[in-house]
Antibody, heavy 122, light 108 residues
Framework: QVQLVQSGPEVKKSGASVKVSCKSS????????MHWVRQAPGQGLEWMGV????????NYAQKFQGRVTMTRDTSTRTDYMELSSLTSDDTAVYYC???????????????WGQGTPLTVSS | SSELTQDPAVSVALGQTVRITCQGD??????ATWYQQRPGQAPLLVIY???NRPSGIPDRFSTSRSGNTASLTITGAQAEDEADYYC???????????FGGGTRLTVL
């Protein structure tokens, strides 16, 4: 079955960087975009960005421009999301989610990874 | 602020029907999809495309759209439907995507 398995919990100091991984199985990896979404404690879902199937193009939410880098390794079927200059506001659960589309007007995310909790402390 | 607006909280009596709405100008051009999130769990897709449900999602979940508003309807709400619900669609920029702020559903 289609599955996304993310790396484990992270604890970082303010100013540091974190790199979260998301390993895919059960589908044609190079046929799908991958999105990253985060959720701060008690808050809603926040879209961070997306990487294209070949890993050659990304789109980031303006909020994260200059601080986030999404990459993928097609040989290992793994996506990565690196966030730099961390502050306590970056404490959140980070999810990867596969993009599925129908035509040019409908997109959805399925499945999702299990989430990677990140705690940023001073 | 999100381009998609949802009511923060909605309640429904057990077995009754509830509608959760999502408003945004981008919904005039793009469809919304809906996710259910229970505490401590990853979001789960419940509705996609033209009122399609993934395998395992009960048929009491349905969706509709009118103008700039998309709606998720639960007909005959069950206790296990108590969760947060998020809508999701392409942003008006067309190169970004966006979530609604989420609606917490309480089943009384």
């Amino acid at each position: 079955q289609v599955q996304l398995v993310q790396s484990g919990p992270e604890v970082k100091k303010s100013g540091a960087s974190v790199k979260v991984s998301c390993k895919s199985s059960g589908y044609s990896f190079t046929s799908y975009y991958m999105h990253w979404v985060r959720q701060a404690p008690g808050q809603g879902l926040e879209w961070m960005g997306v990487i294209n199937p070949s890993g050659t193009s990304t789109n980031y939410a303006q909020k994260f421009q200059g601080r986030v880098t999404m990459t993928r390794d097609t040989s290992t079927r793994t996506d990565y999301m690196e966030l730099s200059s961390l502050t306590s506001d970056d404490t959140a659960v980070y999810y990867c989610a596969r993009d599925v589309s129908a035509g040019t007007t409908s997109w959805w995310l399925d499945p999702w990874g299990q989430g990677t909790p990140l705690t940023v402390s001073s | 602020s999100s381009e998609l607006t949802q009511d923060p909280a909605v309640s429904v009596a057990l077995g009754q029907t509830v509608r959760i709405t999502c408003q945004g100008d981008n919904l005039r051009s793009y469809s919304a999809t809906w996710y259910q999130q229970r505490p401590g769990q990853a979001p789960l897709l419940v509705i996609y495309g033209d009122n399609n449900r993934p395998s395992g999602i009960p048929d009491r979940f349905s969706t509709s759209r009118s103008g700039n508003t998309a709606s998720l309807t639960i007909t005959g709400a069950q206790a296990e439907d108590e969760a947060d619900y998020y809508c999701y669609s392409r942003a008006s920029s067309a190169i970004h995507w966006v979530f609604g702020g989420g609606t917490r559903l309480t089943v009384l």
